[in-house]
């Protein structure tokens, strides 16, 4: 009986099966790992996503810039008799389908002491990150400083029109 | 005639080729792939389509990419990228919600450089101007 004929393949096997296990593992950790950092590298900042968003409560007449005498648009100065939830509705609805893979604000105009929802903010649920712009508020004065606090929950499930109208009671 | 041992250091040749293939394939494949190119340009829009909606009056902004190789369709709820002969499932849509009253519209097919308009409470996608490049 030669060397090679009394080879050991139970040894070797052994061996050979731990290599495939670790060879299957890199594979799996290679492809994961590129998807995973190719997902991280080209995602977008959600504080800048909602800060955009944010942007038309502050920007345009349809939602609570103050239009003046001549009807031209005060960007950044609100006015407060449109800080409704009426009016919020339309500047930034959700259409139930997508609510909940976006952004939900909750506004708050600090000196009004008045708070608004978007349709599919949740109350108790908690608040991912707040946005804090200073403002100027249309009065019967004139202007005066404020802050428009607007907290944000991302991905908010969606909710069915009962519980929406329960979430704003 | 192949022994025993022979057989056993050739499969380790074989294993060390097939994991370099199969690393080397999936690499490839992801260095191939425009998931990276389509996500940019779908934020990248969804998020000027947020801004020019926030801006009162006229404005146009280029979308800082060339898309000769996509097609783009822009409407009221989301952005779509795809590329010719992709199915649905495999389009990058980024949705956003405009004020009530707005809309948006545009397409773009092998265009290269385009442009979003905002006219009034419209926004459209088209081809930039020559002046506009």
Same mark, same amino acid.
């Given at each position: 009986?030669?060397?090679?004929?009394?080879?050991? $393949?139970?040894?070797?096997?052994?061996?050979?099966?731990?290599?495939?296990? @670790?060879?299957?593992?890199?594979? %799996?950790? /290679?492809?994961?790992?590129?998807?995973?950092?190719?997902?991280?590298?080209?995602?977008?900042?959600?504080?800048?996503?909602?800060?955009? $968003?944010?942007?038309?409560?502050?920007? $345009?007449?349809?939602?609570?810039?103050?239009?003046? &005498?001549?009807?031209?648009?005060?960007?950044? @100065? $609100?006015?407060?008799?449109?800080?409704?939830?009426?009016? /919020?509705?339309?500047?930034?609805?959700?259409?139930?389908?997508?609510?909940?893979?976006?952004? +939900?604000?909750? /506004?708050? %105009?600090?000196?009004?002491?008045?708070?608004?929802?978007? +349709? +599919?903010?949740?109350? +108790?649920?908690?608040?991912?990150?707040?946005?804090?712009? &200073? @403002?100027?508020?249309?009065?019967?004065?004139?202007? &005066?400083?404020?802050?428009? @606090?607007?907290?944000?929950?991302?991905?908010?499930?969606?909710?069915?029109?009962?519980?929406?109208? &329960?979430?704003?009671? | 005639?192949?022994?025993?041992?022979?057989?056993?250091?050739?499969?380790?040749?074989?294993?060390?080729?097939?994991? *370099?293939?199969?690393?080397?394939?999936?690499?490839?494949?992801?260095?191939?792939?425009?998931?990276?190119?389509?996500?940019?340009?779908?934020?990248?829009? #969804?998020?000027?389509?947020?801004?020019?909606?926030?801006?009162? =009056?006229?404005?146009?902004?280029?979308?800082?990419?060339?898309?000769?190789?996509?097609?783009?369709?822009?409407?009221?709820?989301?952005?779509?990228?795809?590329?010719? *002969?992709?199915?649905?499932?495999?389009?990058?849509?980024?949705?956003?919600?405009?004020?009530? =009253?707005?809309?948006?519209? =545009?397409?773009?097919?092998?265009? *290269?450089?385009?442009?979003?308009?905002? #006219? =009034?409470?419209?926004?459209?996608?088209?081809?930039?101007?020559?002046?506009?490049?």
């Amino acid at each position: 009986m030669s060397d090679d004929d009394s080879f050991l $393949i139970p040894q070797e096997m052994f061996f050979y099966i731990i290599v495939v296990i @670790i060879f299957a593992g890199m594979v %799996l950790f /290679l492809a994961f790992g590129i998807g995973t950092f190719k997902g991280r590298v080209v995602q977008t900042s959600p504080q800048l996503q909602a800060e955009l $968003i944010a942007l038309r409560f502050t920007g $345009i007449p349809e939602c609570f810039a103050y239009k003046d &005498e001549r009807s031209i648009v005060r960007s950044g @100065i $609100i006015d407060p008799q449109k800080f409704s939830q009426d009016v /919020l509705d339309r500047c930034y609805y959700h259409f139930r389908k997508e609510g909940f893979t976006s952004f +939900n604000f909750r /506004l708050q %105009l600090q000196g009004e002491n008045k708070e608004l929802f978007t +349709n +599919n903010y949740k109350i +108790n649920d908690r608040d991912d990150f707040t946005l804090v712009k &200073e @403002i100027l508020k249309r009065t019967t004065q004139g202007f &005066e400083k404020d802050l428009l @606090i607007i907290f944000v929950q991302e991905r908010v499930e969606r909710t069915t029109d009962g519980k929406k109208e &329960e979430l704003r009671a | 005639m192949v022994t025993a041992r022979q057989f056993f250091y050739l499969s380790q040749v074989l294993a060390v080729f097939v994991f *370099g293939v199969v690393a080397l394939s999936i690499a490839q494949a992801h260095a191939k792939s425009d998931f990276v190119l389509k996500t940019n340009i779908a934020d990248e829009i #969804k998020m000027m389509v947020d801004t020019l909606v926030a801006v009162p =009056g006229e404005a146009l902004v280029k979308v800082p990419y060339n898309t000769t190789d996509y097609s783009l369709l822009l409407t009221s709820e989301n952005i779509a990228i795809f590329k010719k *002969g992709e199915n649905k499932e495999q389009w990058t849509i980024r949705p956003f919600f405009l004020p009530e =009253g707005y809309h948006a519209q =545009g397409s773009s097919v092998d265009l *290269g450089r385009v442009c979003l308009e905002k #006219k =009034g409470k419209s926004i459209t996608l088209r081809r930039c101007l020559e002046d506009e490049r």
